[in-house]
Nanobody, 130 residues
Framework: QLQFVESGGGLVQPGGSLRLSCAAS????????IGWFRQAPGKEREGVSC????????NYEDSVKDRFTVSRDNAKNTVYLQMKSRKTEGTAVYYC???????????????????????WGQGIQVTVFS
């Protein structure tokens, strides 16, 4: 069974950094595009970033460019999201998910959309406080 487990969330001050991990089990990440999403209370889930499963290329939603970095370690079957936070981000639950297979391993475009992904992790909360 394909499954993701996110970790690394918690409290962070504006300007502080966190690294989220997304560990896969039941399958190998190699060849899958992986997306990161977040959902704040009362808001829709939004795409934050993605990383291609074909060439490792990345894309980011405009508000996180130059602050977030997505990477993958296929040997560890894990994808990471390094974040430098800012106050306006408040509280959100971050999720990772795999791009649907029929889109291919290179499926990674700016502002990833949730319906292109499946096998969602349970999510991990990140709170920016000051």
């Amino acid at each position: 069974q394909l499954q993701f487990v996110e970790s690394g969330g918690g409290l962070v001050q504006p300007g502080g950094s966190l690294r989220l991990s997304c560990a896969a089990s039941g399958f190998t990440l190699d060849g899958y595009s992986i997306g990161w999403f977040r959902q704040a209370p009362g808001k829709e889930r939004e795409g934050v970033s993605c990383i291609s499963g074909s060439d490792g290329s990345t894309n980011y939603e405009d508000s996180v460019k130059d602050r977030f970095t997505v990477s993958r370690d296929n040997a560890k079957n894990t994808v990471y999201l390094q974040m430098k936070s800012r106050k306006t981000e408040g509280t959100a639950v971050y999720y990772c998910a795999a791009g649907r297979r029929h889109y291919g391993p290179g499926f990674c475009y700016p502002g990833p959309v949730a319906h292109g992904y499946d096998n969602w992790g349970q999510g991990i909360q990140v709170t920016v406080f000051s």
